[in-house]
């Protein structure tokens, strides 16, 4: 029997045909399940015997059709879609949806009373996180998989983690992991983060292939680094990643394509960030090579100061022979303001003789204390990478790097010992059937942001435009100052300074109001600290002496003379400023979660938890025997 012939336009119609009858097909077989959705449209009338006929005759029906298309030649269906993928557009799109589910949408449709306004878009907001959070499950995968993050963090640490994201695949606890997530990459960083900053060519990357004991920084007299590189102790690994596509391994060799400002100019790969791991790099220490400041390579210089409140211990190189410059101070100032241990290294020392060393060391040291004064003081050390000049590379180890990393490891772990217990908590609430926290707690967590939101909003858009405002207390200021016969120099920095303090204080209160009010807490690892205010032209008043003639009457519009040709240079910083602080404002409500409050003993209740406790117990004193306490344990490790 010849097989029929049908032209491709008839295979197109046949095919089409068929998948819309599978379509309702699918229909009829869901129908015969009840839906347990309360938004279902039909409600679930079919006895348990048209059911199963019903399944009989979709199952009939889909063979048929699938002997039709082999009998015509017709290929049978592909399933080319990825159900992640699919499941990942619905998430989207369930996203999108409930943006645009707000006040100003409902008021399209008539008159909103603002109660009910309040309500829906709090609820929307709290259904976001819920759709946000199941991206996040998909996400698990694409990143390497949660359960394999969760393998490779060792001893008590790693038994407690893998027990609890076993009990939340079992028990469907999505909301445990992420924070599971957050312990298993706090639990894997034991190291010290020191950061290395400064100018273009100050030495950086020669510095720390010094430190670690290879060669693998590119090097150069001009812009070398395009993006931060972080360099520590393990299996020779190099992993590049990437702002917008999953990472890539790569070889070790092909560093300067990703690293380079020559291969990688303005980081048009959009790397993120580059992670290498050496064997003979020193354990307890990791090192970040970033890109320097001070070039026309604007993009490298903003990720060096992003990467400032990341580290544990910045080194901001001044080569020799260069004066100290703004770059350098403002790296000094910001790591100081975050609270982060700054030592200064004079780099490339050898090129200078002793007197010359003692004069560039005299001179940044006082430059430093009429920054920071007298009571904030940076240690200044000088170091080469040349072999003949090792003693302060020697001293820079033995004596900073070293006992700051041992110490580092041991306040981790107990932060860590912390961490699981709050985790084992909230897998404990979950496990005896309450959520972390109930619907309505979220959603008023909701309101309290929405307010907080349009309270930094409003505040930040004020901080903005205020710069005549704020010119004129500086003007009052340095007035007062010539009536005392001092430079109103001093005056006028501190009134600007004072009113960018007064946006910051007001954008911290509000975070921590609504975090009282919705009775919240913020997760540690995300946390993120407030940005520094400290505009280039604020260096730029030196001075600003009293006139020579200079009566009561004319004193206050002489100050405001003195100080108007700040007004272009403040009105811009304190725009780009309020840009900023409302970000990190909004980002610290996001950041904030509904509280906690487990029954008391709650892992006594549950025998898959009773044991947690203990190993949590030895996660502190566990690390700390595994750390290089001394020479003889890892001489070809540790920090010399």
Known sequence: MTRPTLNENQVRRIAATFSYVDDLLKDIEALTHPDPSPFARERPDLTQDEARLLLSFVGLARSRMLAALD????????QKLSARRSVSVALVCADDALSELDTRSLRG?????PAAGEEVTALAADLQTLVHRGAALLREQDEGGLAEQVARVPGPAGQVLRQLLSLSTKHGLAEVRPLIAAAAERASATTLDVGVFGRVSAGKSSLINALVGSAVLPVGATPVTAVPVLIGHGAERVEVRFREARPRLIPIEELPVYATEEKNPQNTRGVRSIEIALPGAPLGVRFLDTPGVGSLASSGA??????????????VLVAAGTPLGRDETALVSGLRHAGIDCCMLLSKADLLDEADRERARGYIEAELEGLLGPEHRVELRAVSTRPRFSAGLDSLQAEILRPLAVDHVRRATQ???TRLERLVAVTAAGLNGATPASDAAAVELEKHRGAATQAIGNATDGLAGSAKRVLEDAASGVARAWADREDGAASARGAIVAAANRGLSFVRETVDAARAGANATAEAEGRRLPPLFDPPFLDAIKSLPRPRFAPGLLRRTLARNAVAPLLPFLDESLARYAS????WGEGALKELRPGVEPGPAADHRIPELAGLGGLIAEVTALDARQLPQDQEAAPQNALR
Request: glycine share 8%.
């Open 71 to 78: 009998r015509l030649g017709i290929p049978r269906p592909q």
């Open 109 to 113: 449709y008539g008159a909103l009373d």
């Open 302 to 315: 903003a990720q060096a100061f992003a990467w400032l409140p990341r580290c544990d211990l910045g080194l």
């Open 415 to 417: 932060a860590l010992r």
């Open 580 to 583: 900023r602080l409302r970000a």
